[in-house]
Every structure is written in structure tokens, then in C-alpha cells.
């Protein structure tokens, strides 16, 4: 069998923050009907290295149940994922790819990773929905861009520290 390497591979991945909330009901029956997603994410290439990037993904999520609002789960997490373009990839292609393939692969593994810490939950075992990871990034850019739109306002410097790349620089989006 012959295979060909991805054009984007996942290199490494860790979670830097995981808060998952059970909130137990305190009505006899509750039915989840809705499930509330935000993603947001931020994005730098290498310096040195540009077919190297680097994806930082918040994620959060909470369950609204019918008869109860704040039951269920409530989850925030972060996600880095470095990620390695193909040398054959398109360079002018790959700000749009790292985001639709790492948010993607980013998500998939958040999916197995809360299914297996839940289990052992009262609520049992979480599956978070499938996604479409263009119309995420979609409205994620628009965010970003409604954001940007609206008048500077001054903030506190953040603290910078670079993880895992060193010399990464930060891209817009």
C-alpha cells in the first residue's frame, strides 16, 4: 500500500485548559434541547520556519435543558496544536487551510478527549456534535473583523510567551 503524507499534519497537540462544570438538575426530569457552541482561535507562523504554524483554540459549550436552563454540562476549553505544511503546499493557501484543517483537527481531538474524561461524570459520556469547520471559520473571521471595525479602545499589554514555537510571530485572524 502506498500512501502520501497529508499536506497538513498535525505535530503535536496539548490542552492548556479543560473546565468542564456538571451541573446535576433540580427538577425530576430535564430534556436538553439545545446546545450552545462559541470557537474562537488565534493564529502565528513561524518566523524562520513558514510552512510551520501555530493554532490556539478556545472553545466553549453549555447544555440548555427545557425544564431547567443551567443544567448539564458547561464546558470552557484551550487547545494548542502545532501544525507542518507539505514543502509542495501553496504558500498563499495555507492561512486559510490552517484554519479550516487545524480547527477541525483541533476539535476532533477535544471530542475524544471530553467523551473519555466524562465518562465518569453523573451525566455520562459527552459527544459533542459534528461541525462544519468552514462556516466556523467563516464566523469567526466576521467576529474578528466586526471586532477590528470598531473604535480602539486602550487595554492592558498581555503577557507574551511563546510555546512550542519559539519565534513564532502573530498573524491577523
Known amino acids: 500500500m502506498h500512501t502520501t503524507a497529508p499536506a497538513l499534519q498535525l505535530d503535536k497537540f496539548e490542552v492548556l485548559r479543560l473546565l468542564i462544570d456538571w451541573r446535576p438538575p433540580t427538577v425530576p426530569v430535564v430534556d436538553v434541547d439545545q446546545l450552545k457552541c462559541d470557537f474562537s482561535y488565534d493564529v502565528a507562523t513561524h518566523k524562520q520556519e ?12 453549555e447544555e440548555v435543558g427545557k425544564q431547567q436552563a443551567g443544567t448539564g454540562y458547561a464546558i470552557e476549553a484551550r487547545l494548542e496544536g502545532q501544525f507542518t505544511f507539505d514543502e509542495s503546499f501553496e504558500e498563499a493557501k495555507r492561512p486559510i487551510a490552517v484554519r479550516i484543517s487545524g480547527l477541525n483537527m483541533l476539535y476532533g481531538s477535544l471530542r475524544g478527549v471530553l467523551a473519555g474524561i466524562t465518562g465518569t461524570f453523573p451525566g455520562g459520556s ?5 461541525i462544519k469547520p468552514q462556516a466556523v471559520v467563516e464566523d469567526v473571521e466576521k467576529r474578528k473583523l466586526a471586532q477590528n471595525a470598531k473604535p480602539a479602545v486602550p487595554t492592558l499589554k498581555a503577557r507574551s510567551k511563546s510555546r512550542g514555537l519559539k519565534g513564532a510571530k502573530a498573524q491577523p485572524g
Not at 504554524?53 to 459549550?61: E, N, P, S, T, V
Not at 459527552?126 to 459534528?130: N, R
Open 126 to 130: 459527552i459527544t459533542l456534535p459534528s
Open 50 to 61: 513558514p510552512r510551520r504554524y501555530r493554532m490556539i483554540l478556545d472553545f466553549k459549550m
